[in-house]
C-alpha cells in the first residue's frame, strides 16, 4: 500500500504563532487530497480539502504541490483550541480507500 | 442522527471469544471504511466497501477478522477468536463516493 509520510512532532507554538506541517505521499497519481483533525481519544473529523490551487478556510491554509507530492497546511494566529493531531489523508486514484498519515501533534501553548 | 453510528461503542471481551462490531453509514454513501487505532498510533486501513464492487480486505489482518456490508447500508466487522493485540478503537468511516469522509465515534475494543 502506498505511503502517506508526515512528521509526528510534536509542535509546541505559543498562542498567536504561525505553524506549518508539511505532509508527502508516495503515488504520483493520488487525487484527492485531505487534511483531518483528530482531537485525543476521539474520532477525525475533516479540517479541510485541499484542491490544486491551493485554498483558504479562515485562519488555515492548504497547498497542493503535485510535482514535489506534498502537501501543506498552514495554521496562522494560532489558538488554544487548534491543539489535536492532524492527519494528512491521500485517495489514489480509482476506487480506493483513504490512506491516512500517521499524523503530526500539535500544542498551543498559553 | 445523520451521522455514522457505531455500536456498541465500547465492548469488553474474553481473550477468544467471538465479536462483532457495527456500523450505519450516512445514507445514501456508497463508500465505507474501517480503521483500527491502537493507542497513540495512527489509523490502520482494514477494509473498503464501494459500491457494488468487491471489497477491498487488503488491510484485514488476519483471517480472524472478516466484514459484510448487506444491502449497500449497514456494515459488520466480525473479529473470531480475539487476542488482545486485537484491543483498539475501531472506527468506521462512509464517504459519497470519492468525497471526504465522515467518522463514527469508533468502538472500543478491549481484549482480557
Known amino acids: 500500500r502506498k505511503e502517506v509520510e508526515q512528521d509526528p512532532g510534536p509542535f509546541n507554538v505559543p498562542e498567536g504563532a504561525t505553524v506549518a506541517f508539511n505532509c508527502t505521499y508516495s503515488?504520483?497519481?493520488?487525487?484527492?487530497f485531505f487534511w483531518y483533525r483528530q482531537d485525543c481519544r476521539k474520532e477525525p473529523k475533516l479540517l479541510m480539502s485541499?484542491?490544486?490551487s491551493g485554498n483558504e478556510d479562515g485562519r488555515f491554509t492548504a497547498q497542493l504541490n503535485r510535482a514535489s507530492q506534498y502537501i501543506s497546511l498552514l495554521i496562522r494566529d494560532s489558538k488554544l483550541s487548534d491543539s489535536a493531531t492532524y492527519l494528512c489523508v491521500v485517495r489514489d486514484s480509482g476506487n480506493t480507500p483513504l490512506v491516512f498519515g500517521k499524523g503530526t501533534r500539535l500544542s498551543v501553548i498559553a | 442522527g445523520a451521522g455514522v453510528s457505531q455500536s456498541p461503542s465500547n465492548k469488553v471481551t474474553e481473550k477468544g471469544k467471538d465479536v462483532e462490531l457495527r456500523c450505519d453509514p450516512i445514507s445514501g454513501h456508497t463508500a465505507l471504511y474501517w480503521y483500527r487505532q491502537s493507542l497513540g498510533q495512527g489509523l490502520e486501513f482494514l477494509i473498503y466497501f464501494q459500491g457494488n464492487s468487491a471489497p477491498d480486505k487488503s488491510g484485514l489482518p488476519s483471517d480472524r477478522f472478516s466484514a459484510e456490508r448487506t444491502g449497500g447500508s449497514v456494515s459488520t466487522l466480525t473479529i473470531q477468536r480475539t487476542q488482545q493485540e486485537d484491543s483498539a478503537v475501531y472506527l468506521c468511516?462512509?464517504?459519497?463516493?470519492?468525497?471526504?469522509?465522515?467518522f463514527g465515534q469508533g468502538t472500543r475494543l478491549t481484549v482480557v
Open positions: 503515488n504520483s497519481a493520488s487525487q484527492s
Open positions: 485541499v484542491y490544486s
Open positions: 468511516a462512509s464517504s459519497l463516493g470519492r468525497d471526504r469522509a465522515f
